[in-house]
């Protein structure tokens, strides 16, 4: 199941910009931000009913699908950024652990079978509300089936990246570590912030 558009990838502007709730989960009424007894920071309280609607960061999990020298990108049939490159992530269910997350995400927008590897960069995007993880993958054969979310989907060497066309800020620092790591010829966690 995918969210509305109001949250996808990156629609947030990006100065910050806290998702704001508007109404009443509960009993629907109008609701109004200020903070509660005992509570130390702003929260959308309904003038009704009393409900208090915490709103935390958006998890968002995805891979490196990685073949030979290749890796797997996807190009964006959704906006935001229709027609960018991405590598395959979204939002993370209910009920799902962070990597069968990236593993599901990975088989719906481009159709390729991997194998998991390990956790490789967890950034932090604050702004957006959200954090994003990415793993390395193993790709198990070139079988691509892109999704209604991709255009295509296609293994770029590191010399034929779409630099200039890639969708989302982590996506890109995840790409440039992964090169990087690959030519120091060892793979490490990398954390950090975007914005
Ligand atoms: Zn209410």
Do not use: K
């Not at 990597?99 to 927008?109: I, K, N, P, V, Y």
């Amino acid at each position: 199941m995918r969210r509305g558009l109001s949250l996808r990838l990156g629609t947030l502007p990006s100065m910050f910009a806290p998702r704001r709730i508007q109404h009443c989960r509960v009993c629907g009424t109008a609701t109004a931000y200020r903070v509660p007894a005992d509570d130390n920071r702003e929260r959308a309280v309904c003038g009704a009913c009393g409900e208090i609607h915490y709103e935390n960061p958006i998890n968002v999990v995805g891979t490196v699908p990685v073949w030979g020298d290749q890796v797997l990108l996807c190009r964006r049939n959704i906006e935001p950024r229709h027609g960018m490159w991405t590598l395959p992530a979204g939002f993370l269910e209910l009920g799902e652990t962070v990597s069968a997350g990236a593993l599901r995400e990975t088989e719906e927008e481009a159709g390729a079978h991997v194998q998991l590897q390990e956790l490789f960069t967890v950034l932090d995007v604050v702004r957006a509300g959200q954090l994003h993880l990415f793993w390395r993958a193993r790709m198990l054969d070139t079988h691509l089936a892109p999704g209604p979310e991709t255009i295509e989907a296609r293994l770029f060497r590191e010399d034929e990246v779409p630099w200039e066309q890639i969708a989302f800020r982590t996506v890109r620092q995840t790409l440039e570590h992964f090169f990087a790591d690959r030519r120091a010829g060892r793979f490490e966690l990398h954390t950090g912030q975007i914005g």
